[in-house]
Nanobody, 121 residues
Framework: QVQLVESGGALVQPGGSLRLSCTAS????????MGWYRQAPGKERELVVM???????NYSDSVKGRFTISRDSAKNTVYLQMNSLKPEDTAIYLC???????????????WGQGTQVTVAS
Protein backbone atom coordinates (compact mmCIF):
# COMPACT_ATOMS: atom_id res chain seq x y z
CA GLN A 1 0.00 0.00 0.00
CA VAL A 2 1.33 3.40 -1.01
CA GLN A 3 1.37 6.19 1.55
CA LEU A 4 2.39 9.84 1.44
CA VAL A 5 3.63 11.39 4.65
CA GLU A 6 4.20 15.13 5.00
CA SER A 7 6.08 17.07 7.60
CA GLY A 8 7.32 20.57 8.26
CA GLY A 9 4.20 22.63 8.81
CA ALA A 10 4.35 25.26 11.52
CA LEU A 11 3.41 28.74 12.66
CA VAL A 12 5.69 31.33 11.08
CA GLN A 13 5.76 35.11 10.95
CA PRO A 14 5.12 37.00 7.71
CA GLY A 15 8.31 37.15 5.67
CA GLY A 16 9.57 33.94 7.21
CA SER A 17 10.48 30.59 5.66
CA LEU A 18 9.48 26.98 6.04
CA ARG A 19 10.45 23.74 4.35
CA LEU A 20 7.91 20.99 3.86
CA SER A 21 8.77 17.39 3.08
CA CYS A 22 6.70 14.60 1.58
CA THR A 23 7.84 11.00 1.34
CA ALA A 24 6.14 8.24 -0.61
CA SER A 25 6.44 4.74 0.77
CA UNK A 26 5.19 1.30 -0.17
CA UNK A 27 5.47 -0.86 -3.26
CA UNK A 28 6.14 1.70 -5.97
CA UNK A 29 7.07 1.05 -9.57
CA UNK A 30 7.29 4.69 -10.55
CA UNK A 31 6.42 8.18 -9.34
CA UNK A 32 5.14 9.99 -12.38
CA UNK A 33 4.52 13.35 -10.73
CA MET A 34 4.59 14.66 -7.19
CA GLY A 35 3.87 17.95 -5.55
CA TRP A 36 1.68 20.06 -3.35
CA TYR A 37 -1.81 21.44 -3.13
CA ARG A 38 -3.19 23.65 -0.41
CA GLN A 39 -6.59 24.38 1.05
CA ALA A 40 -7.41 27.40 3.13
CA PRO A 41 -10.54 27.62 5.31
CA GLY A 42 -13.61 28.28 3.19
CA LYS A 43 -11.66 28.00 -0.06
CA GLU A 44 -11.24 25.36 -2.71
CA ARG A 45 -8.17 23.20 -2.88
CA GLU A 46 -5.61 24.73 -5.24
CA LEU A 47 -2.43 23.59 -6.90
CA VAL A 48 0.77 24.98 -5.45
CA VAL A 49 3.39 23.15 -7.49
CA MET A 50 3.98 19.83 -9.22
CA UNK A 51 7.13 18.22 -10.58
CA UNK A 52 7.02 15.41 -13.13
CA UNK A 53 9.37 12.48 -13.40
CA UNK A 54 10.97 14.24 -16.34
CA UNK A 55 11.66 17.32 -14.25
CA UNK A 56 8.94 19.63 -15.59
CA UNK A 57 7.76 21.98 -12.85
CA ASN A 58 4.46 23.83 -12.73
CA TYR A 59 4.09 26.57 -10.12
CA SER A 60 0.96 28.44 -9.23
CA ASP A 61 1.31 32.13 -10.13
CA SER A 62 0.70 33.02 -6.50
CA VAL A 63 3.90 31.29 -5.33
CA LYS A 64 6.27 31.82 -8.27
CA GLY A 65 9.53 33.35 -7.13
CA ARG A 66 8.87 32.52 -3.48
CA PHE A 67 8.44 28.75 -3.36
CA THR A 68 10.83 26.15 -4.73
CA ILE A 69 10.21 22.45 -5.17
CA SER A 70 13.03 19.94 -5.18
CA ARG A 71 13.23 16.18 -4.99
CA ASP A 72 15.39 13.31 -3.88
CA SER A 73 14.34 10.50 -6.19
CA ALA A 74 16.35 7.91 -4.27
CA LYS A 75 14.25 8.68 -1.19
CA ASN A 76 10.92 9.16 -3.03
CA THR A 77 10.79 12.56 -1.38
CA VAL A 78 9.91 16.05 -2.50
CA TYR A 79 10.64 19.23 -0.62
CA LEU A 80 8.89 22.57 -0.75
CA GLN A 81 11.02 25.52 0.31
CA MET A 82 8.70 28.40 1.07
CA ASN A 83 10.24 31.86 1.44
CA SER A 84 8.75 35.32 1.93
CA LEU A 85 5.63 33.77 3.41
CA LYS A 86 2.46 35.84 3.51
CA PRO A 87 -0.68 35.50 5.65
CA GLU A 88 -2.54 34.41 2.54
CA ASP A 89 -0.27 31.36 2.34
CA THR A 90 -1.99 30.04 5.46
CA ALA A 91 -3.54 26.68 4.60
CA ILE A 92 -3.32 22.95 4.98
CA TYR A 93 -0.67 21.79 2.53
CA LEU A 94 -1.37 18.40 1.02
CA CYS A 95 1.13 16.24 -0.79
CA UNK A 96 -0.14 14.75 -4.05
CA UNK A 97 1.43 12.11 -6.24
CA UNK A 98 0.68 10.20 -9.43
CA UNK A 99 2.17 6.78 -8.78
CA UNK A 100 2.26 3.42 -10.47
CA UNK A 101 2.16 0.92 -7.61
CA UNK A 102 3.46 -2.61 -7.84
CA UNK A 103 2.15 -4.86 -9.40
CA UNK A 104 -0.29 -2.58 -11.27
CA UNK A 105 0.23 -1.09 -14.71
CA UNK A 106 -2.22 1.69 -13.89
CA UNK A 107 -1.43 5.09 -12.42
CA UNK A 108 -3.21 6.20 -9.27
CA UNK A 109 -3.49 9.52 -7.47
CA UNK A 110 -2.49 9.54 -3.82
CA TRP A 111 -2.89 12.22 -1.15
CA GLY A 112 -1.14 12.82 2.13
CA GLN A 113 -3.00 13.75 5.28
CA GLY A 114 -1.85 17.36 5.13
CA THR A 115 0.32 19.62 7.23
CA GLN A 116 -0.80 22.98 8.61
CA VAL A 117 1.07 26.13 7.64
CA THR A 118 0.03 29.28 9.48
CA VAL A 119 1.55 32.65 8.65
CA ALA A 120 0.74 35.20 11.31
CA SER A 121 2.36 37.69 13.60
Amino acid sequence: QVQLVESGGALVQPGGSLRLSCTASGSIISINAMGWYRQAPGKERELVVMITSGGTINYSDSVKGRFTISRDSAKNTVYLQMNSLKPEDTAIYLCNANITPWPSSTNFIYWGQGTQVTVAS
